[in-house]
């Protein structure tokens, strides 16, 4: 297995220069050239592993320049002692049909822990396999979830340094106090004046700049990309939904005639991509269901084949979801497109150009063929909070919401009652004053308040990784602007 680019088949990486580079020199997303199925035995044989176990089987199959033994490495490294009970991805059954797949177990709360637990292994692994001691420096936009898992992962790791910034306005206050009491030596945080697509547009810009690679490359080092652009971020969520399948396999072996549909609250498209490798791999996944929020190009996107990112943005209670551009995108169109490369690049040029691409009617039926998509605004994911919990006595945080509003509306319309399993993104408590307000009139001001609030109104308990932050030092939330960033850099680097 190669990896190709999605604008340039024939650039081609192994996993490592994959993971190291992050993005393809001309701009494309690195994709493997292609895909291992998986039998009924495999899958059989999988199910009785732990889910480092599990782990291990799925990255062999992407790592094929990682030796046995880094593989072990990595995937014992990230996946012991960092999770709850070490079950990274829990399923909770909501009724016979539906289970919600916890993905918020891990340091941060948030289902990029998965990914960003795992990911520092990788990409150090593979920095040595291609670099040659150069200092790694890692650079990350956040909507709010990704700057704390990526910190939490990269905190004190040996050789590194990290970078992190989140939009000013486009952050809970909870993940702002995350970031910015973030501990370790090697760690760095700053607030982009706008929102995350500033904040994301002034990353990748750092990236191709050549005065501030060449200034890099003097001081003996070199970037990397934790974004969920990264294959190495990618490989990982495709663990949980085999997983998950195999966790159902014990409870109900049924399902595997029946097969199952993944409900996913997206964003930038990797969390639902994975799920849809994981389908192309053999897990018997039906329909794809991609939940937005008012940010709903995707919705828009998978109902007419029409990407159109000239609209209003808007900033909601499900922050993590405020994009809209999908990047992920980019890898789903290589492979509904038959990996036509060039027709991939005039999509993603028509998109940097005009923000808008439209694809083809062969793409547009095979789209709506592999996904559904829905989307809600903050009043109903409010509303689904509260039904969903006083009808199921289940808590969900406001982009969980988004996806169960989004599912609920899919079995009104289509009847379809195949078995659901339903991917839940955030603790309720990183979210606590929306979730609380969707249950209750007594509305707390301070943020520990109302997580206390909260955790006596539903009986659940505070994850500690969020109790501990009350009493956390702040040591960051410098604001800047996007155009100040390559000096806030070299600043930090000392450069
Ligand atoms: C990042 C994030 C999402 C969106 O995931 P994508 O992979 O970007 O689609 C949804 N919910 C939460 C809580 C997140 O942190």
Redesign the pocket.
Known sequence: MNYVSTRNKSLKATAAEAIAKGISEEGGLFVPDTFVYLTKADFERISKLDYVGRAKEILKLFLNDFTDEEIDYCAKGAYTGSFDEERPAPLVALNDKVNILELWHGPTC???DLALQLLPYLLTTSAKKVADGKKTVILVAT????GKAALEGFKDVEGTEILVFYPSDGVSPMQKLQMDSQKGKNVNVFAIKGNFDDAQTGVKKIFTDADMKSLLLENNMQFYSAN?INWGRLAPQIIYYVSAYCDLLKTNPEIDNTGFNVV?????????LAAYYAKKMGVPIRKLICASNANNVLTDFINTGKYDRNREFFTTI?P??D?LI?S?LERMLFELSGNDDKMVAVLQKSLSDNGTFEVNDEIKLKLSDLFYGGCCDDAETLATIKETFDKYGYLC?T?TAVAVNVYNGYVEKTGDNTPTVIAS??SPY?FAKSVLSALSDNIENDEFSIVRALSEFTNTSVPSPIAALENATVRFGTVCDKTEMPDVIKAALKI
Do not use: E, L, Q
Request: charged share 15%; net charge neutral; no cysteine.
């Open positions: 948030a289902f990029k909507s709010g979830d990704t969920s996913v609250p997206t964003g930038n498209f990797g969390n639902i499900s993590s979801m994009i999908s992920n945080d982009h993104t955030a990183k």
